[in-house]
C-alpha cells in the first residue's frame, strides 16, 4: 500500500491512498472461497458449487464487502503511517477500483488540533457580587402573593376603567377571514397589562357588561410573527363581565395560607431568603464557570476544526428551534431569529469546542480525569436532587451517549475548580459586569 498527503485548509487533510492488485484481487479470491464453503446453489451440494457460479450469484455483494475491507484497513494505516489524529468522519472518494487493477481512493477528514497550554493560572475573571436585600423578598412576596389573588365581580352600572378585569369573547379578522389563533371565549383581561397589541386594551375602556365592540387596530410592525407584522386587524368583542382583584394581606395568616408548614410571615420570608440565595449563587456561579473558560480560551487558542464547530451550531440552534417553536413562534418568527443571532451562534459554537478540547488536555496533565468514585457520588448528587433512587439515575445513564456526556460533565467541573483554585478573581458589582458571549 502507498499513500501520500495532502494539507488542506485549516486542519483538513487529504489522504491519496493506492492499494496493490495483487492485495485487491487477493481480497476478493479470499471473500468468494469464504461464501463458497458454505453457499447453497441449486444444481450443487453445499459448499461445492464453483466460483464461477459464486461470483455469477454474489457479485456485488462481494464487491462492497471487499470495498469496506480495503478501505477500513488501508484507511487505518495511512493514518499510523502519517501520524494523524482524525476527529471526524472521513469523506471517501473511489478513483478506481475493480478485481483486476490498483485500487485507488481519497480520504479527506479534519485532524485534532495542537493544544498548547500557555496559560492556566492566574486567569483574570470577574465575579458577580452576591447581593440579597429586603426589597427582592417583598416583591418575592408579592409575586406569591398574586397566586392567591381572587376576583369579584362589580355589580354597579359603570364603566370599565384602567385596573378592572374583563371576561370577554373576542374574535379576529384579516381580510374578513378569520385570523388563526385570534378567537377565545371567556378570555379574562387586565385593562392596562400590555398583554395585547397597542389599541386593543385601550378600545375596552369605558366598556359595560353585554356591550360590543368592533375595534380596527394594526400589528405592531416588529410583531413577533412574521406575516402578521404591520397588517390591518379587526376585532369584535363580548364584555361578559367586569371584576375587580382582591389580594390577601401578606401577614401570619397568608404565610399559613401559602403552606401549613409556615406558622409566621418569618417563618415563609426565611424560606424564601433561604432558596432565593441557592438560586442566585447557582446562577453567579454558573456565570463564573463561563467566563473563567472564555477567559482560558483567549489566553490559550485552539484552532477551531471546522466540522466540530458546524456541529455543535447545528444543536445550539436545533435547542433554539424547538424552544420557540414551545412558544408559539412561526416558522418565519423562527428564522428571523436565527438570522439576527446568526454570529452569537457562530462565536459560541467556536467557544464550546475551544473549551472542549482544553478541559480535555487540562484534565489529562493534572490528573483530573473522571474516576468511578466521581461517577458514583455524581449519580447521589442526581439522585438526591431529583428525589429519585441511585438505580433509576444510573438505569438512565446505562445509554453510552449519556454517560459519555456525564463524565464529560463531571471532568469539566473539576477542571473549572482547578481553574478557579488558581484564578485571579474579581468580585463587582451586577451593574459593571462586564457581557459575554
Known sequence: MKSTLDTLEGLGRKLNIEVPADKVSDTFTKMYEGIQKNAEIKGFRKGKAPISAIKSKFSERVKQDVLQQLVSESYQKALEEHSLDPISQPTIDLVNFDEEGDFQFTAEMEIRPDVVLKKIEGLKVEKEKFELNEDQIEQALTNIQQNFKEFSPIF????????????????????????????????????????????????????????????????????????????????KVKVHEISKQTLPEINDEFAQKVSPQFKTLDELKKMI???????????????????????????????????????????????VEHRLQNQGVDAAGIKEYKDKWANDFEETASFMVQSSFLIDSIAQKH?????????????????????????KIKEYYQDQSRKSAIMFQIMEEKVVKFLLDKADIVEVDKDKLKEEV
Open 156 to 235: 354597579e352600572d359603570r364603566p370599565a376603567k384602567e385596573g378592572d378585569f374583563l371576561k370577554i369573547d373576542f374574535d379576529g379578522f384579516i381580510n374578513n377571514e378569520p385570523l388563526e389563533g385570534g378567537s377565545a371565549k371567556g378570555h379574562t383581561l387586565e385593562l392596562g397589562s400590555n398583554s395585547f397589541i397597542p389599541g386593543f386594551e385601550e378600545g375596552l375602556l369605558g366598556s359595560k357588561v353585554g356591550e360590543e365592540r368592533t375595534l380596527n387596530l394594526t400589528f405592531p410592525i416588529d410583531y413577533h410573527v412574521e406575516k402578521l407584522k404591520g397588517q390591518n386587524v379587526e376585532f
Open 273 to 319: 431568603r433561604e432558596d432565593m440565595e441557592k438560586n442566585e449563587n447557582k446562577r453567579i456561579e454558573d456565570d463564573l464557570k463561563n467566563r473563567i473558560l472564555k477567559s482560558l480560551t483567549k489566553e490559550n487558542p485552539v484552532e477551531v476544526p471546522k466540522s466540530l464547530k458546524e456541529e455543535q451550531k447545528h444543536r445550539l440552534i436545533h435547542d
Open 367 to 391: 490528573d483530573l480525569l473522571p474516576k468511578s468514585e466521581d461517577y458514583e457520588a455524581k449519580m447521589k448528587e442526581m439522585a438526591d436532587e431529583y428525589r429519585l433512587d441511585v438505580s
